[in-house]
């Protein structure tokens, strides 16, 4: 009787988990909340764009291979005899009335209403957080849901194809949130697995959580629609339910990336007939258990949305097929809180976010031992939502108050004005190693897309290096070609500076980062913004100002050391040939990220002599990229400039970086006595169970 009144309190509970509210006034959250709006009205405008754009034969694919003049639903016979079809008979059935509307309206009435069914779906997942919400959560929740699943993968790519898998989870969550009727409710998710069977798995939740009447009710619509579409298409019927096991193998091959289930993966493993079959099963019937025994366990604990969502993982992970639009219920996972630090609690979202809006080539290398996660992120999120993640309870004592980050005492500033960002304070604590290197990863990815995508014509990039060399020949500092074939006339040489031209560029900042990361946490968060502002800043002179090096400027005898003689007009650098810009030389990011090691060397290096070894690495530099003619010197005043500026933004925004170690004054200074007598008693006690602040820095 216990816990039947226990799952009653869960179905009381699932339209008003709000709680009592955080103390959290909202102030100041009007004007972000007009920007946020405002980020979505504009990410709305470009996804019609983007998809409108495209000519005919490019946009709403799987729609155009459905009702299109040619599209299978338009022909006589089997709706799975050209296998472009991967829907539910049902859906079929629903679908064919739409092949007698004009087709260039149709598409236009799909993505305008694809797009209100993502702000629908936005506006329930924002209603539905778990309590308590503070006043400024409940004002941003709403737009900031609504881009997340815009930009997601799942969604960008049904507005590409024109799918309908965005409909079944709305119609999932509005079952559960929305709806208060129980027949009602069942009748939803009955719909939502009549398109995506595997849905039904929901309403095994509705049971296990005490909605028995919804869960008989989505069972009983599931099985009417199906019935319905089996009498009106018997051969189609036959040939998904039977031949193809509810849809496993239509459409693309199992195998490819775009199927993110268990079933795919095994097979991109290499495993195939009876033992992948078993194994898909034994593997599946693992994560059922497992994930539906978490997702109740969150729905009694009033986090029902996170139910939902790992219940949403646990169908990724066991279905035939999980095509990359059927895939938002990963992100939906994004509310469980993880960690009991303050610092900590970003990473799970940010891991999160991060896997389901970008592909997996960006945040990972192009390291064959790291293929099998990175052909697999999604899966490995969703599987992790759903079986991993130790997502807090909400009676935790750290689901409101986690324990707080140690900051560092602010440090006077020369200018009143500085820091500008008063809440970028320095953490004391090395930042989580995961997120900082998929934070790293999306970055570098990021500047190398865009260091590619600001090309200029040849003739533009040369006209400014004619520009460069009359500079240099002016201030009388025109030294490349001298340098340059005095460089290959000395093999040795030539072969020190081809090599450290090629290598030391990421190995020497990579190691830097990896050693203050370890040894002073504080000093690597200062060291690795100032990094990432004069890469940032180099960004936009590479847009600005295409500069031809000197190896490509034809008529001035430069010799290329690193690749040999070329062809300008198609010069061939191997394979990065096709992916890399050659115009990118100004500013010169190899000196100046050689210059910010030796700066950074000199600033907190121990011993006299590392200094000294910090000094000569932008030195060997400046002569490597001189010498191999892949650099004028302007060049390397350039990279200079940037980092300069990258050091400059990094005090104004965040203030000086402390230079005395804290433990050090700490212990220069006499320790006071502990308060006694009164004093004592009228001291503020620490609260229960939180530990001391590291102190690492």
């Not at 991967?86 to 629903?94: D, M």
């Not at 087709?103 to 506006?123: E, I, K, N, P």
């Not at 009694?300 to 219940?311: F, S």
């Not at 945040?363 to 899966?379: G, T």
């Amino acid at each position: 009787m216990e816990r039947w009144e226990g799952r009653r309190s869960v179905v009381n509970a699932d339209h008003s988990v709000r709680g009592d509210a955080a103390a959290d006034t909202g102030a100041g959250a009007g004007p972000a909340r007009v920007l946020l709006w405002l980020v979505v009205a504009v990410l709305a405008v470009r996804q019609v764009a983007v998809v409108l754009r495209q000519p005919p034969g490019e946009r709403l694919l799987d729609l155009e291979t459905w009702i299109g003049e040619n599209g299978v639903l338009h022909m006589t016979g089997s709706l799975y005899d050209s296998g472009r079809f991967t829907g539910t008979p049902f859906a079929g059935l629903v679908l064919k009335p739409l092949t007698a509307t004009a087709q260039q309206t149709l598409g236009v009435a799909w993505t305008f209403g694809s797009l209100l069914l993502v702000v629908a779906l936005g506006l329930v997942a924002a209603k539905a957080l778990p309590g308590p919400v503070g006043r400024r959560t409940a004002l941003l929740a709403a737009p900031v849901a609504i881009s997340l699943v815009m930009l997601s993968l799942p969604v960008r790519n049904a507005l590409h194809l024109g799918q309908t898998s965005i409909l079944p989870v709305l119609l999932v969550l509005l079952a559960w949130f929305v709806v208060r009727d129980h027949r009602a409710a069942g009748v939803l998710v009955g719909i939502a697995a009549a398109f995506q069977p595997v849905l039904l798995l929901f309403a095994a939740l509705l049971w296990l959580t005490g909605r028995r009447q919804a869960s008989v009710s989505a069972g009983a619509t599931f099985a009417l629609a199906t019935a319905v579409a089996w009498a009106a298409a018997p051969k189609d019927s036959w040939t998904y339910w039977v031949h193809h096991l509810a849809g496993a193998g239509l459409g693309e091959r199992p195998d490819s990336l775009a199927n993110q289930s268990l079933h795919g993966a095994l097979l991109r493993l290499g495993l195939e007939g009876p033992l992948e079959i078993a194994l898909f099963l034994v593997l599946s019937a693992a994560v059922v258990v497992l994930g539906l025994r978490r997702a109740v366990r969150y729905a009694e604990d009033g986090q029902l949305l996170l139910a939902v969502a790992v219940t949403g993982c646990v169908v990724v992970a066991v279905s035939p097929t999980a095509w990359q639009h059927q895939l938002l219920w990963v992100l939906l996972a994004v509310v469980g809180k993880v960690g009991k630090r303050a610092s900590d609690r970003l990473v799970w979202p940010s891991v999160v976010v991060l896997a389901v809006t970008l592909p997996g080539t960006m945040l990972l290398p192009n390291i064959e031992a790291l293929f099998p996660v990175r052909d697999n992120i999604l899966l490995l999120a969703a599987l992790g939502a759903a079986c991993l993640a130790p997502f807090l309870p909400r009676t935790s004592p750290y689901w409101q108050h986690p324990v707080p980050t140690d900051y560092a005492k602010p440090v006077a500033a020369r200018w009143r004005r500085v820091p500008l960002l008063p809440f970028w304070r320095r953490v004391f604590t090395r930042p989580n190693l995961l997120l900082e290197l998929l934070l790293i990863r999306v970055v570098y990815d990021a500047y190398a897309q865009v260091r590619l995508a600001a090309r200029a014509g040849r003739p533009l990039a040369e006209e400014h290096g004619r520009q460069i060399h009359a500079i240099e020949q002016w201030l009388h500092i025109d030294i490349e070609h001298w340098v340059n074939h005095t460089v290959v006339k000395i093999d040795w040489l030539r072969e020190f500076f081809d090599y450290y031209y090629s290598t030391f560029h990421f190995i020497v900042p990579l190691t830097i980062l990896g050693v203050l990361y370890v040894r002073r946490p504080a000093d690597y968060r200062w060291v690795r913004s100032s990094i990432g502002f004069a890469t940032l800043l180099a960004l936009v002179g590479f847009w600005l100002y295409p500069l031809a090096p000197p190896r490509l400027m034809p008529g001035l005898g430069f010799i290329d050391t690193v690749h040999g003689v070329q062809d300008f007009a198609k010069p061939d650098y191997g394979t990065l040939t096709t992916v890399t810009n050659q115009y990118a030389a100004m500013p010169s990011l190899h000196f100046g990220w050689s210059l910010w090691c030796g700066v950074v060397i000199v600033m907190l290096a121990p011993k006299l002599w590392m200094k000294a070894l910090g000094l000569l690495h932008p030195l060997f530099t400046i002569a490597a990229i001189v010498g191999t003619a892949n650099h004028w010197v302007l060049d390397a005043v350039g990279g200079a400039l940037v980092v300069a500026l990258g050091f400059g933004l990094t005090y104004v925004l965040s203030g000086p970086r402390k230079l005395v170690d804290e433990e050090r004054e700490a212990a220069a200074e006499p320790a006071e006595p502990p308060p006694t007598g009164p004093a004592a008693e009228e001291s503020e006690p620490v609260p229960a169970g939180k530990p001391e602040a590291a102190h690492s820095g």
